[in-house]
């Protein structure tokens, strides 16, 4: 399997460069992010931690599943367009406690949610990694989507609230922060959670 080793910065948000990737990185997990938003004649203004990784392409590029699991919702709003959260079999297991992002939640269940798409799978669906289930959609009719992105997420909770949210990086089937490629060779397990980009690689 390609493997590309991510490296860990201190225990705070870091960026990786889209260049340095298989696959593009545009907004990392943990990264500070300033908000601007017009509101009547004035505007406001917001900082936040990001809460997934943003993958960078163009619409109608497809989106995989990264784990195993079950359908559990799909939505749509004006804001963020389509989006789709799976429940993975297993549950947060302790072994990822080290490191931002990988503590809370154990024990719980394990979501993965994925963000500003045209979802092609419906609630009940079981899914492999690797398997299309939707394709981005175009930004330019999502306020909420800056760009052609997938938003990308890892929760403990089946809600898309940043205070659930676990830092992906700590969960690639390569091992933690090695982000992982899909390979048609390899032989996934359902039994820990693990995950593969949800984006083909280059």
């Given at each position: 399997?390609?493997?590309?080793?991510?490296?860990?910065?201190?225990?705070?948000g870091?960026?990786?460069?889209?260049?340095?990737?298989?696959?593009p990185?545009?907004?990392?997990?943990?990264?500070?992010?300033?908000?601007?938003?017009s509101?009547?004649?004035?505007?406001?203004?917001?900082?936040?931690?990001?809460?997934?990784?943003?993958?960078?392409?163009?619409?109608?590029?497809?989106?995989?599943?990264?784990?195993?699991?079950?359908?559990?919702?799909?939505?749509?709003?004006?804001?963020?367009?389509g989006?789709?959260?799976?429940?993975?079999?297993?549950?947060h297991?302790?072994?990822?406690?080290?490191?931002p992002?990988?503590?809370?939640?154990?024990?719980?269940?394990?979501?993965?949610?994925?963000?500003?798409?045209?979802?092609?799978?419906?609630?009940?669906?079981?899914?492999?990694?690797?398997?299309?289930?939707a394709?981005?959609?175009?930004?330019?009719?999502?306020?909420?989507?800056?760009?052609?992105?997938?938003?990308?997420?890892?929760?403990?909770?089946?809600?898309?609230?940043?205070?659930?949210?676990?830092?992906?990086?700590?969960?690639?089937?390569?091992?933690?922060?090695?982000?992982?490629?899909?390979?048609?060779?390899?032989?996934?397990?359902?039994?820990?959670?693990?995950?593969?980009?949800?984006?083909?690689?280059?």
């Amino acid at each position: 399997m390609l493997r590309l080793t991510i490296a860990m910065l201190g225990l705070i948000g870091f960026m990786v460069a889209p260049a340095a990737a298989p696959v593009p990185i545009t907004s990392d997990y943990g990264e500070t992010r300033i908000l601007r938003r017009s509101f009547g004649s004035g505007m406001i203004v917001s900082v936040s931690k990001h809460s997934g990784i943003d993958f960078g392409a163009p619409a109608g590029t497809p989106v995989l599943s990264a784990s195993f699991g079950t359908v559990v919702d799909v939505s749509f709003t004006a804001c963020s367009g389509g989006s789709v959260i799976v429940k993975h079999p297993a549950k947060h297991q302790p072994s990822t406690r080290s490191g931002p992002g990988g503590a809370a939640g154990l024990g719980q269940d394990i979501f993965v949610i994925y963000v500003h798409i045209n979802p092609s799978v419906k609630k009940g669906d079981r899914l492999t990694p690797g398997q299309t289930i939707a394709t981005i959609a175009v930004s330019a009719r999502l306020p909420c989507a800056r760009g052609d992105h997938l938003h990308f997420m890892v929760s403990y909770k089946q809600r898309k609230l940043a205070i659930h949210t676990l830092n992906p990086h700590r969960f690639w089937v390569d091992g933690s922060y090695q982000l992982s490629c899909y390979d048609k060779g390899a032989i996934y397990s359902s039994k820990k959670f693990a995950i593969i980009s949800p984006i083909k690689c280059k």
